[in-house]
């Protein structure tokens, strides 16, 4: 996602308290206390845009979503677009997934969306996957027992990479496709998924903690 960097962007998440946690390297807190009690808890990491979270978030009242984005430029685009359709149970967070563990406590998240991760395609740079196994045992700890990770890329290397690490790393494939578009009801697409759709199959999993 190529994005000219908005230099101001960093003091308009600042100024956006109670919707936005602004967190730098080491002063991430854990921010379970800013959703009510007794809600399950659902975390898109790298929301991006945001449209997707807020889509979930209007359809699953049931449930408060964190939505995680590292780039500020980014994070900022998809506040424009909350605020263009605000709903009440969605908080963001300026933070790095490598952030999770104090972010979080174990066993508290329901769900985990990752949507087009980044794939990093080349072996040296196999540890920044949102995938890699280092990342899927902080996952496995935070989500709650049978708690399940979403996963949808349009990356067929990416996708085989997380179908094998999640199965060795304590989770169960509950269902995969290769092409969601192939039967894609109750899909809420991505600002990525609508731009590359066309071009590619998109592919979808859902993993299961054991
Ligand atoms: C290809 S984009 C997809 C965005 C969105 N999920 C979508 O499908 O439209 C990947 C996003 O993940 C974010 N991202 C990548 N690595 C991250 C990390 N370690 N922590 C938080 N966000 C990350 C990027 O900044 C980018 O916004």
Redo the contacts with the bound molecule.
């Keep these: 996602?190529r994005l000219r960097a908005d230099q101001n962007a960093k003091d308009k998440l600042l100024k956006e308290k109670g919707l936005v946690s602004f967190f730098e390297k080491e002063d991430a807190q854990n921010v379970l206390p800013l959703a009510p009690g007794q809600t399950p808890i659902a975390l898109?990491?790298?929301?991006?845009?945001g449209g997707?979270v807020i889509q979930h978030a209007k359809h699953h009242p049931e449930f408060f979503y964190f939505a995680?984005?590292?780039?500020e430029t980014?994070l900022v685009k998809a506040l424009k677009k909350y605020h263009r359709a605000p709903v009440p149970n969605i908080h963001y967070l300026r933070?790095?997934?490598?952030q999770l563990t104090e972010l979080f406590s174990p066993s508290s998240l329901a769900q985990i969306y990752l949507?087009?991760?980044?794939p990093w395609p080349k072996n040296r740079h196999e540890k920044r996957r949102?995938t890699h196994p280092s990342l899927l045992k902080v996952y496995h700890s935070l989500l709650i027992p049978r708690g399940e990770i979403h996963l949808k890329t349009d990356n067929r290397s990416f996708f085989h990479y997380s179908l094998v690490t999640l199965q060795a790393h304590g989770f169960e494939i509950q269902s995969f496709t290769r092409d969601l578009y192939q039967d894609p009801k109750d899909n809420i697409p991505?600002?990525?998924?609508e731009k590359f759709r066309d071009q590619m199959p998109i592919h979808r999993l859902i993993a299961v903690k054991r």
């Design positions: 996602m898109e990491i790298g929301c991006g845009k997707f995680l984005e590292k780039i980014i933070a790095d997934a490598h949507n087009f991760s980044d949102l991505t600002e990525f998924e």
